[in-house]
Nanobody
Framework: QVQLVESGGGSVQAGGSLRLSCATS????????MGWFRHAPGKEREGVAI????????DYADSVKGRFTISQDNAKNTLYLYMNSLKPEDTAMYYC?????????????????????WGQGTQVTVSS
């Protein structure tokens, strides 16, 4: 059974940093697309960052480029999202998602419907 479990959310002031983690289990594919998505009240869910586990290529939403970094630790089966210079508009529920097998790379960051496995989310709140 595939499981994705997020942690690391919390409340910070603008300009602060957080590290989100997503512990994964239940699959052994090596060609996997992993992503972080967020959903703020009154807004549509949006892709934040994605990574292709076979090779490590990444993509980011324009709104987080230069501030967020997605990475993976294959030994720990864990996905991370390092968030720096946080802004109030980053406030949202953050979800980890996976799509596999992916032989030729990841779908675009906006193609969230192609991610079939999702975690329960972790809340990030940034105050001004």
């Amino acid at each position: 059974q595939v499981q994705l479990v997020e942690s690391g959310g919390g409340s910070v002031q603008a300009g602060g940093s957080l590290r989100l983690s997503c512990a994964t289990s239940g699959y052994t594919y090596s060609n996997v697309c992993m992503g972080w998505f967020r959903h703020a009240p009154g807004k549509e869910r949006e892709g934040v960052a994605i990574i292709y586990t076979n090779g490590g290529s990444t993509d980011y939403a324009d709104s987080v480029k230069g501030r967020f970094t997605i990475s993976q630790d294959n030994a720990k089966n864990t996905l991370y999202l390092y968030m720096n210079s946080l802004k109030p508009e980053d406030t949202a529920m953050y979800y980890c998602a996976a799509s596999f097998p992916r032989l030729y790379g990841c779908p675009g960051i906006r193609r969230e419907n192609e991610y079939g496995y999702w975690g329960q989310g972790t809340q990030v709140t940034v105050s001004s």
